[in-house]
C-alpha cells in the first residue's frame, strides 16, 4: 500500500492518472476485500497475482449511467501491469535490485479485438440516426454532439478521446486552416503511448472546421448517444462495437482501398507509426498522406450520397465557445 501511494503521487501529472488510480484501485479493493493491506512487495509473486486474477474477473464494470457489464481479462491485466510499474518504480527509487516477482502477460495474450467492422452505407446509416429527431420529438440539432463526433472520427480517424479533445480555438493549435491539417495532439500536451498524430484533411472538412470555435463535439462525452444509435440500429454488441468502430472502419476500409503497399499511410493516419531518427533528417509532414486523404475524401462523398447533409455545418447545432465543451448548442 505504501508503494501504491508512492507511485500516485509521483505520477500525478501523467495525463492518464485517471487510469493509473482506477487500475490500481482495484488491486488496493482486492487487497482490502482479503485482508492483505501489510502484505510486502516482494511477497506479490506469480501465485498471488493468480489469484488476483481469479478475484478480479468476478467484479463486474458497472459504467457511471449503471450499466453492468463483465470484467475482461484484458481489464484484469491492465491492473497487473500497473502494479508491476508501480513496484519497479519504487525498488528504483530506493536504490533496491529486487523489481516485481511477477511477469504481467502480454496484452495480446489476453485482449480480444473486435472483429466487427462497418461498411461505408453502414457508417451512413449511422449519419442519418444523427441527422433526425428523436422519437420523443426533439429538435433536429439535439443529436449534434453525436453528429459531430461521427464527423470528426470518419476525417480524422482518431480515438474517442481525441475526438472530444479536438479544439479549433487557435490557442490550442490543433487545426491549421492554411494547411487543411488537423493535429490531434493539442498544445502543452505530452505525447503517451497512444500516440496523436497530425493529418490532412480535405475541404468539406476544412468548410467545417473553419466555422466552428472551441471544442468540435461539444460535450465531455457521446458515449450514452453512441451506445444508443448501436441498439436503435441493431448493430452487434457484446465487445464488437464500441466508439472505437468509426476509427477501425475506416482503418480497414482505407486499407482495402489502398493496397498493402501503402499500408504505412494506414499506420501513420492512425498514430501507430510514430516519427523516427530519420524524420529528424527528412522531416515528415501530414501532406505526405496524400493516398490516405483522398481514400478518406472518398468514403466522405460516399457517405454524403446515401446520406445528404452528413458533411453540411448547417444543422449540427455548430455553435460552441471557446470557454469549454459544455457550451455546445
Given at each position: 500500500t505504501d508503494c501504491i501511494a508512492e507511485y500516485l503521487v509521483a505520477k500525478a501529472g501523467l495525463p492518464s492518472i485517471d487510469t493509473v488510480k482506477a487500475r490500481l484501485g482495484h488491486v488496493s479493493a482486492y487487497l482490502e476485500a482479503t485482508n492483505?493491506?501489510?502484505?510486502?512487495?516482494?511477497?506479490?509473486?506469480?501465485?498471488?497475482?493468480?489469484?488476483?486474477?481469479?478475484?478480479?474477473?468476478?467484479?463486474?464494470?458497472v459504467s457511471p449511467s449503471g450499466n453492468v457489464r463483465a470484467r475482461s481479462p484484458g481489464t484484469v491485466e491492465g491492473s497487473v501491469r500497473q502494479l508491476a510499474a508501480a513496484i519497479n518504480?519504487?525498488?528504483?527509487?530506493?536504490?533496491?535490485?529486487?523489481?516485481?516477482?511477477?511477469?504481467?502477460?502480454?496484452?495480446?495474450?489476453v485482449s480480444k479485438t473486435p472483429a466487427y467492422r462497418s461498411d461505408v452505407p453502414e457508417l451512413a446509416e449511422m449519419f442519418r440516426y444523427a441527422m433526425k429527431p428523436g422519437r420523443d420529438g426533439q429538435p433536429m440539432n439535439a443529436r449534434g454532439p453525436l453528429w459531430r463526433f461521427l464527423q470528426v472520427s470518419v476525417i480524422?480517424?482518431?480515438r474517442p478521446d481525441a475526438a472530444?479533445?479536438?479544439s479549433t480555438d487557435p490557442a490550442r493549435r490543433q487545426w491549421h486552416s492554411d494547411l487543411r491539417v488537423v493535429d490531434l495532439n493539442p498544445k502543452g500536451r505530452v505525447q503517451t503511448r497512444k500516440y496523436r498524430p497530425a493529418v490532412p484533411v480535405g475541404e468539406r472538412a476544412a468548410a467545417l472546421f473553419d466555422h466552428a470555435?472551441?471544442?468540435?463535439?461539444?460535450?465531455?462525452?457521446?458515449?450514452?448517444?453512441?451506445?444508443?444509435?448501436?441498439?436503435?440500429?441493431?448493430?452487434?454488441?457484446d465487445?464488437?462495437?464500441?466508439?472505437?468502430?468509426?476509427?477501425?472502419?475506416?482503418?480497414?476500409?482505407?486499407?482495402?482501398?489502398?493496397?498493402?503497399e501503402?499500408?504505412?499511410?494506414?499506420?501513420?493516419?492512425?498514430?501507430?507509426?510514430?516519427?523516427?531518427?530519420?524524420?529528424?533528417?527528412?522531416?515528415?509532414?501530414?501532406?505526405?498522406?496524400?493516398?490516405?486523404?483522398?481514400?478518406?475524401?472518398?468514403?466522405?462523398?460516399?457517405i454524403e450520397a446515401l446520406a445528404p447533409g452528413?458533411?453540411?455545418?448547417?444543422?449540427?447545432?455548430?455553435?460552441?465557445?471557446?470557454?469549454?465543451?459544455?457550451?455546445?448548442?
Open positions: 492483505q493491506l501489510d502484505i510486502t512487495c516482494g511477497a506479490v509473486d506469480e501465485d498471488w497475482i493468480d489469484d488476483f486474477r481469479d478475484w478480479a474477473i468476478e467484479i463486474p464494470v518504480f519504487s525498488f528504483r527509487r530506493h536504490d533496491t535490485t529486487f523489481p516485481a516477482a511477477f511477469v504481467p502477460k502480454k496484452p495480446a495474450a480524422t480517424w482518431c472530444h479533445d479536438f470555435s472551441g471544442f468540435y463535439v461539444g460535450v465531455d462525452s457521446v458515449k450514452h448517444a453512441f451506445s444508443t444509435m448501436l441498439d436503435e440500429l441493431g448493430l452487434p454488441r465487445g464488437e462495437t464500441g466508439m472505437k468502430l468509426i476509427r477501425r472502419s475506416m482503418a480497414t476500409i482505407a486499407r482495402r482501398r489502398l493496397g498493402e501503402h499500408f504505412i499511410q494506414v499506420e501513420r493516419m492512425l498514430g501507430h507509426r510514430k516519427d523516427s531518427t530519420s524524420d529528424l533528417y527528412a522531416l515528415f509532414e501530414p501532406g505526405f498522406l496524400g493516398r490516405a486523404l483522398a481514400v478518406t475524401n472518398d468514403i466522405i462523398e460516399e452528413a458533411f453540411h455545418r448547417k444543422n449540427t447545432g455548430l455553435r460552441v465557445l471557446q470557454g469549454g465543451k459544455s457550451a455546445a448548442k
